[in-house]
Nanobody, 122 residues
Framework: QVQLVESGGGVVQPGGSLRLSCVVTGRTYEMASVAWFRQAPGKERDFVAAIRWIGGRTLYADSAKDRFTISRDNAKNTVWLRMNGLNPEDTGAYYC???????????????WGQGTQVTVWV
């Protein structure tokens, strides 16, 4: 079993930046990929970015490419999502999740954190 705890959310103005953290504990040796998803109120959970635990290969949603950076520190069992140039459409609860494959569908991921809220408004 793997447990994930997100942090780093907050309220920012358009154009601002945040760095989200996801600390993973438990059977981390079973992890293959860690992903970030965003869920806006009343909407589906959307893929944002993912990273392979071994090797560090990354995958981004088109909306995140060029603005967001996903990274990890294996020794700290932590994955970060650096978000720059935030706009109101980025508002939502951000969840990290682990899964055996690095894919965009939420059904590909087995373990989920509780989420951290990001609000972008003027």
């Amino acid at each position: 079993q793997v447990q994930l705890v997100e942090s780093g959310g907050g309220v920012v103005q358009p154009g601002g930046s945040l760095r989200l953290s996801c600390v993973v504990t438990g059977r981390t040796y079973e992890m293959a990929s860690v992903a970030w998803f965003r869920q806006a109120p009343g909407k589906e959970r959307d893929f944002v970015a993912a990273i392979r635990w071994i090797g560090g290969r990354t995958l981004y949603a088109d909306s995140a490419k060029d603005r967001f950076t996903i990274s990890r520190d294996n020794a700290k069992n932590t994955v970060w999502l650096r978000m720059n140039g935030l706009n109101p459409e980025d508002t939502g609860a951000y969840y990290c999740a682990t899964g055996p494959y690095m894919r965009r569908g939420q059904n590909e991921y087995d373990n989920w954190g509780q989420g951290t809220q990001v609000t972008v408004w003027v």
